[in-house]
């Protein structure tokens, strides 16, 4: 590779000359500048940014680690975070743990390694030893934490659930199935959670069905056993659009007609939500808005100032967005 010596030679100027056109072209006259630039440009020099940052001792990275970068709601996630990186000067990595806590501890020990800036995380199963033991900083994002611990931005999941049910059940339904993931994703637990307080004493039947992960196939497969049910539920709530989705398809595809014979609510609210064959009714959580207020934590608590570092645990609220899926009302 193409060193920094190299563009000094070539050019017949000192290293400093070539550091500072780099670092501060201010400081160097046009003419220097230009003929730096020009070796620069032919040679394809790049500069270290690696040793760069361990003299600075301060990364322009952070990195963001997501459960599944297949489902849009961590896409938009990704997207706030983003800007609000750039409006700092700094820069996101993504990296997606599918759901798997190897893959997960494998990026963080390899984050870590790379001494990036910090980690925003939103976790398969709590929080993991390499940030404290490392002194790595980092923001849960989608799961809420201690505040002695690190800060977070989340949404109210139990409220969400207990939206979905309480819906449901304004609507006239009495037998409500509740899709959910994985149950060691804390979210998944909290919006079941939700949908029982909601149900508790109205007489309900509820049926849990649980599923191995968070994506359209797995609704699919469990909009065979909804089928496959006596007495069928007349609603489902779906831990998440993507679940819903594949729920819906099933409905479609064995002609069960989608509200009158079986309602469905999602949650998240992603684009496609809305774009469904028959559009989802679903619990909207502002990703955006996640994922910006997350970075700006984390660039709050990574200034390098002397003041100490301060956990904020930020909880956005829920929003109920009814369409079709739901726009009926059983008799």
């Known amino acids: 590779m193409v060193g920094i010596k190299d563009v000094a030679r070539e050019a017949g100027v000192s290293i400093g000359t070539v550091s500072n056109v780099v670092n501060r072209p201010h400081v160097v006259s046009p003419e220097t500048r230009t003929r730096v630039l020009s070796v620069i440009e032919r040679l394809g020099y790049v500069r270290d940014e690696s040793a760069r940052q361990l003299r600075a001792g301060r990364s322009r990275i952070m990195a963001l680690l997501v459960l599944d970068l297949g489902n849009p709601f961590f ?13 700092e000067g700094l820069n996101v990595i993504t990296c997606n743990s599918g759901q798997s806590r190897d893959l997960e501890a494998s990026y963080l020990s390899m984050l870590a390694e790379q001494r ?60 409500i199935a509740f899709v959910n993931g994985p149950p060691v994703l804390e979210q998944c637990r909290d919006r079941e959670q939700g949908v029982r307080s909601a149900l508790e004493g109205s007489g309900a039947k509820l049926s849990v069905l649980e599923t ?17 049910m006596s007495p069928r539920p007349t609603a489902v709530f779906c831990a998440n ?9 099933a409905m479609v595809a064995a002609g069960v007609r989608v509200p009158s014979e079986m309602a469905i609510v999602g949650y998240d609210d992603i684009e496609f939500a809305a774009a469904a064959a028959v559009p989802l ?3 909207r959580q502002p990703a955006k808005r996640l ?19 301060e956990h904020r645990q930020v909880v956005f609220k829920p929003e109920l967005v009814v369409r079709d899926s739901t726009r009926h009302h059983v008799r």
């Open 75 to 87: 896409v938009d996630l990704a997207r706030g975070a983003e800007e609000a990186a750039h409006d």
């Open 116 to 175: 990036v800036r910090g980690v925003l995380l939103s976790p398969v199963d709590g929080t993991d030893e390499t940030f404290r033991r490392r002194n790595i900083p980092y923001v849960l994002v989608d799961r809420k934490v201690p505040p002695e611990e690190a800060s977070s931005v989340s949404v109210d999941d139990v409220a969400g659930g207990a939206l979905a049910a309480g819906h449901l059940l304004e609507s006239g339904h009495r037998r």
């Open 212 to 228: 191995s992960a968070l994506d359209v196939a797995s609704g699919r497969d469990a909009g065979a056993r909804l089928l496959g």
């Open 241 to 249: 659009d993507l679940l819903a989705l594949g729920v819906l398809q």
């Open 281 to 283: 009714t679903s619990v």
């Open 291 to 309: 994922g910006r207020t997350a970075a700006e934590l984390l660039i709050a608590e990574t200034r390098g100032d002397d003041e100490p570092v």
